[in-house]
């Protein structure tokens, strides 16, 4: 017995592993299957719940924003503050008195770091911390922001005065006719972001994080990670004015890139929540729900690793396994048991299989014993021992008939000496000048020429179920409709006709590469009945069609001779089917006289659309 050959194991055996099989297959796909969609629903859980605690902690950090603007706001349009800025000299009252005010917000609200009050030249006239007085700020965008929009909020950014990030709201001071006379700006501190986004725990190893509309990190749970890009940041960005000066103070005067595409991609410009996956060289594969946040162009991300949440169902899986393969072993006790059953019955019918090998039909019989497969089995190999006889009959009947088509035929009865009428399309192609190119070759080269080119027809016309009736040198002649029914022989035809001449033109390609001369064909189609049946001796038999329609189909294609531009010549009745084919499109070329025939052909031409 060899291993890897199946067909010498015992059959024993093959039971064994065909019961193996019908037990663990159902077993272990059912299994593998069950354990796949718990593990797409944990995963979908995840992407949810990460998803899900990105939009609650965007949705506050949107609170935050919409907060302080409001604050800004108010003291934008307070009154002693819009006295202080008009004043040309202030008063030391009003200075108090405003300076308490700005004092005030920073006091009660704990995310405040600084409020301070610039003049028209973007100079500090007025701030809670001193260290900002006298400085200019007419550089920073949220300066520029407040007195071209009325209002701007800052990227995350680093203080040129503390070195300390935040996020920076100012709001231009109008008073009445004299339009804009300074700007209102408070810090907001960067730290309360940090917090609110490096705080989030999902998990033992999830953390959270900050970009903005570049992919720049304002908050991470690592905090090497700060200021850093998820993407290189093309130069044209960097010269941006948000990017001047930065995050300078901090020592930063070029964003570096974290090479992070794939995360880079699904979450900049992010217009809803959503999720993706990326690998980190550290941590693995991790997983990341993301939400935008609507009051400015940042996305808040929660990331996890992916092996955090499917660590059970690996547990799971082990323990799967162990519970198929002791299934397995209980198994395979059984189906050796119900295999020996089994065989004994079958090496009588072994024995008889090796009389036949060796051509003793006569002794080649099996006692039947039982009512079951196996009796069943019996008998039908003492049938098939009785049915030689008539298998060598058949066996001469295909010797002389090499069709596969008139074969089923014969074997179903249907065909009979002397034939029967049947409509059918008939295709005539010939190589052009075919004697006068097998002058110039030697027979070997003959042979080759039309067995490559017989070849490709004969592969060309196979889609289109068209009978190769019959190859007669360098000629084919092929039937539709005969000796099966078929519907659209026009069609089927014209079509084969047209693949033919593709596959003739890339043979041509390939002997044209080769140094060989190019081969040249017509193709003549004709439809209409024919007598169609076996003819011949009993010795032999051949299945032919013979009628005014295989002349006609014969006599358009010598007729192409004459029209060089139109390989493909059909009579009217062809013509009219193929009209309605949109692959095809046909050509009338008028009633022209053919040889060999007293009434002339209607004749068109057919070319593949």
């Known amino acids: 017995m060899r291993l890897s050959r199946p067909s010498s194991w015992p059959v024993a055996l093959k039971l064994s592993l065909a019961f193996l099989a019908a037990a663990l297959l159902p077993m272990g796909l059912t299994a593998a299957y069950n354990l796949h969609q718990s593990l797409a629903s944990v995963r979908r859980t995840a992407h949810l719940n990460l998803e899900l ?30 006295a202080f800025l008009s004043a040309a000299s202030p008063d030391a009252a009003a200075r108090y008195s405003v300076q308490g005010a700005l004092g005030n917000v920073v006091h009660s609200n704990p995310d405040v770091f600084s409020v301070f009050l610039l003049d028209k030249t973007g100079t500090c006239v007025l701030a809670t911390h001193p260290e900002n007085l006298g400085r200019n700020y007419a550089f920073r965008s949220y300066y520029r922001g ?133 690998t980190d060289a550290a941590r693995g594969p991790l997983i990341v729900g993301f939400a935008p946040m609507k009051t400015r162009p940042w996305t808040v991300g929660v990331e996890m690793p992916d092996a955090e949440f499917s660590a059970p169902l690996v547990s799971l899986a082990e323990g799967t396994l162990v519970s198929v393969l002791g299934v397995g072993l209980a198994v ?31 002794t080649a019989r099996v006692s039947v014993h ?80 039309l067995n490559e080119y017989l070849t490709e027809m004969a592969e060309a016309v196979r889609p289109y179920q068209g009978y190769i009736n019959n190859f007669i040198g360098d000629a084919i002649v092929v039937v539709f409709g005969a000796p099966l029914d078929q519907p659209g022989i026009e069609v089927r035809a014209g079509r084969a006709a047209v693949a033919m001449q593709a596959k003739l033109a890339q043979l041509n390609a390939r002997r044209v590469a080769r140094g060989d001369f190019p081969i040249v064909t017509g193709i003549g189609i004709s439809a209409g009945e024919v007598v169609a049946g076996q003819i011949g001796s009993p010795e032999r038999l051949l299945y032919t069609v013979i009628g005014d329609t295989v002349n006609v189909a014969a006599r358009l294609e010598a007729l192409t001779k004459d029209y060089p531009g139109h390989p493909i010549l059909v009579s009217h009745s062809v013509a009219e089917w193929l009209r309605d084919a949109s692959d095809l499109r046909v050509e009338h070329l008028g009633v022209i006289s053919v040889k060999g025939r007293a009434e002339p052909v209607d004749v068109s031409a057919v070319h593949g659309a």
Do not use: W
């Open 332 to 362: 395979t006790v059984l189906a050796l048991l119900v295999a020996r059953s089994i065989v004994r019955p079958l090496l009588e019918l072994t024995r008889a299989a090796r009389a036949v090998a060796a051509g003793a039909f006569g």
């Open 146 to 278: 407040a007195l071209e929009y009325g209002a701007s909020v800052s990227e995350l950014l680093t203080g040129s005065t503390t070195a300390r990030p935040g996020v920076f709201f100012s709001q231009a001071v109008r008073s009445g006719g004299r339009g804009v006379v300074g700007v209102v700006v408070l810090k907001l501190k960067g730290e309360s972001l940090m917090e609110m986004v490096g705080s989030l725990r999902l998990g033992e190893q999830g953390r959270g994080f900050l970009i903005d509309e570049y992919g720049v990190l304002l908050s991470h749970t690592e905090r090497e990670l700060l200021f850093h890009s998820l993407t290189a940041l093309p130069p044209e960005v960097l010269r941006l004015p948000v990017f001047d000066r930065r995050f300078s103070s901090v020592g930063i005067d070029t964003i570096q890139g974290l090479g992070l595409d794939s995360l880079g991609h699904a979450m900049i410009g992010a217009s809803a929540p959503g999720h993706t996956n990326y």
């Open 370 to 449: 039982s009512e079951d497969e196996v009796g069943t089995l019996a008998r039908a190999f003492n049938t098939m021992a009785a049915g030689l006889a008539e298998r060598e009959r058949e066996r001469d009947i295909f010797g002389r008939v090499v069709s596969p088509e008139v074969r089923e035929k014969l074997l179903g009865g249907e065909l009979r000496l002397g034939g029967e009428t049947r409509r059918v399309a008939v295709l005539f192609s010939d190589i052009r000048g075919f004697s006068s190119l097998s002058e110039r070759m030697d027979p070997q080269g003959v042979v080759a020429l």
């Open 53 to 82: 605690v990105a939009g609650t902690t965007a949705a506050r950090l949107d609170q935050l924003v919409t907060d302080t603007r409001h604050t800004v706001a108010q003291l934008a349009a307070d009154a002693e503050v819009v």
